[in-house]
């Protein structure tokens, strides 16, 4: 399995709802993260995680909560979101640190309505 | 912060015509990657270069790096329609977690 799988890959949610994006990997990677991606502008480093601990986050607002359970599993919670928040979120991985290439998902597009 | 600058931001050609997408960078790095974003897509990679090197060929890319200028290229030989995309440079920080992706190359081919 040479993959990332994202989940949902579409997702609209009200400003007051509380929703999860799922990653997923298969690979032994050890490094997952998450960017964020506006239209037409290069994805932008949301989270860090190193063997399942955080560590780098971007100044990332408190709405925004990532989780890692296990090694496969990367989770972004959701909660209280802003129409500008609305973006392709991407998840990535990466077999070692610092990283000599990430595999993408192919991203989960929110819109925050 | 965007370390990568690309240049030029858009690019059309025909098909068969090489294709030269250009990345400047600000500080040291360990290595400098390319990756593809087909429209509305995750991103693939496609090519690492380690600040060691000057010359690295894959298939029909081929990628320089000139630490001196801080700059890199990436060529497409007989470009096909298919490699119509966005292009991103991305840089570590001199060995950092993290990679940091440049504006990008939107690339057309036309067939």
């Known amino acids: 399995d040479t993959e990332v799988t994202q989940t949902p890959k579409h997702l609209v949610m009200g400003m007051t709802n509380k929703k999860s994006l799922k990653c997923e990997q298969h690979m032994g990677h050890r490094a997952m993260y998450w960017y964020k991606q506006k239209a037409k502008k290069p994805p932008e480093l949301m989270f860090v995680y190193s063997y399942e601990k955080l560590s780098i986050n971007e100044s990332v607002p408190s709405r925004f909560s990532p989780e890692c359970p296990n090694s496969s599993l990367l989770n972004l919670h959701l909660h209280a979101l802003q129409p500008e928040d609305s973006a392709l979120y991407l998840c990535?991985?990466?077999?070692?640190?610092?990283?000599?290439?990430?595999?993408f998902g192919s991203g989960t597009r929110l819109t925050v309505v | 912060s965007q370390q990568g600058e690309e240049d030029p931001q858009a690019l059309s050609i025909q098909e068969g015509e090489n294709a030269t997408m250009n990345c400047s960078y600000k500080t040291s790095i360990n290595n400098l990657q390319w990756y593809r974003q087909n429209s509305g897509r995750g991103l693939v990679h496609l090519i690492l270069i380690r600040s060691n090197e000057r010359e690295k060929h894959s298939g029909r890319l081929r990628v320089t790096l000139d630490t001196s200028k801080k700059s890199s290229s990436l060529l497409i030989t007989a470009s096909r329609a298919a490699d119509t995309a966005s292009y991103f440079c991305a840089t570590d920080q001199g060995g950092s977690e993290k990679l940091v992706f440049g504006k990008g190359t939107k690339l057309t081919v036309n067939p």
């Open positions: 990535a991985s990466s077999q070692r640190q610092p990283p000599d290439g990430y595999t």
